[in-house]
């Protein structure tokens, strides 16, 4: 039964824990030093207040859900939720680990690695967008090959404010660099508990009016506001800006292209609609290039053919 999960999760850990002992008993010389220690207890300490905020963050509306309606919007939700973390699983997982170490070779030129972290922020922000787009079209699709029953359909409602919420999430491994380059542990925790309560704040005030729509537009909101937060401080104790007005630019060319399927086009033939609905998201690219959302170095740097690309970056 459900203890078949805990089990794999076990399983799993456990295999991972025997594959890296060799690895570790290789290249490891077993050593206690409280120098060594104090510094990662110092910046780990303060972060167990964010972890707890973000697990209020993705599941405390689940509980709000079932205090103020009942158990078939807990599970719509989870169902919608579900289907928009594909932009978690092709986004933001890989992501994280890959920028990471870029990011850290630029330390000892602080102003490139500002530049950088700056430049792959928009390089995501593009590519994320166009992502959310292509899955909250195709939503309704994805429900009814999972779900044939109409009763599960209405979860498809929240898929694109979910899958926004995910890429917001992704979003946070840039703008959080300032903080993390000066070890600002405690103001990291901070910024992620002040949304965890201004998320718990909407969900009370969304949810009795709204459901599962306001359950989601509660944690895209948390979302936003964590990453204003971060990007707030960033700037302030590392001097680390970002282009908003780009953000904003391609957050509203996705909403609008949404918005023409959603609220103008109707499709009797589910062929029809994968056709229609892949064209429209498939003309982002040209919106992004023509609007001048790259600069000519980059327009000039994508018609390059790939072989000359990798000796240009070499």
């Known amino acids: 039964g459900l203890l078949s999960l805990i089990y794999g999760i076990i399983c799993q850990l456990s295999i991972c824990c025997l594959c890296w002992i060799p690895i570790w008993y290789k290249v490891s010389r077993p050593k206690f030093s409280i120098s060594v220690l104090k510094p990662p207890l110092a910046y780990g ?16 509306d689940r509980y709000l859900l079932k205090l103020f309606t009942d158990t078939r919007s807990v599970g719509l939700y989870s169902i919608g939720y579900k289907i928009a973390s594909l932009v978690n ?20 030129n602080p102003t490139m690695q500002r530049d950088l972290i700056s430049k792959l922020a928009e390089y995501y922000y593009i590519y994320g967008i166009f992502l ?39 979003l946070g491994n840039f703008v959080n660099w300032g ?10 925790s901070t910024n992620i508990a002040i949304s965890a309560v201004a998320n718990v704040v909407l969900n009370l005030l969304f949810i009795p009016y709204w459901g599962i729509i306001g359950a989601a537009f509660a944690t895209l909101l948390s979302y936003l506001i964590w990453n204003g937060l971060k990007i707030y401080f960033s700037a302030r104790v590392y001097d680390l800006y970002f282009n908003i007005k780009k ?35 498939l003309t982002y690219p040209a919106w992004v290039w023509y609007l001048g959302f790259l600069d000519q170095k980059e327009k000039d740097w994508i018609k ?3 072989e000359l690309n990798k000796d240009l970056v070499s």
Not at 98 to 107: D, F, G, Q, S, V
Not at 144 to 151: E, G, I, M, T, V
Not at 179 to 188: E, F, G, R, V
Request: proline share 7%.
């Open 89 to 108: 699983v092709f986004l933001v997982t890989p992501i994280k680990p890959a920028i990471t170490p870029i990011i850290l070779r630029a330390e000892s």
């Open 304 to 306: 390059i053919p790939a």
């Open 247 to 281: 953000m904003i630019l391609l957050t509203i060319l996705g909403i609008a292209l949404y918005s023409i399927v959603v609220w103008t086009l109707e499709f009797n033939s589910l062929f029809v609609a994968l056709c229609v609905k892949s064209l429209i998201a």
């Open 179 to 188: 903080n993390i380059m000066k070890n600002k542990s405690a103001l990291i």
């Open 132 to 170: 959310c787009l292509g899955l909250s079209l195709v939503a309704p699709e994805i429900v009814q090959l999972f779900a044939p029953k109409k009763d599960f359909w209405g979860c498809q409602t929240i898929i694109p404010m979910i899958a926004l919420s995910y890429f917001q999430h992704g």
């Open 45 to 60: 300490y303060p972060q167990i207040l964010a972890g707890y905020s973000g697990l209020l963050i993705q599941s405390g």
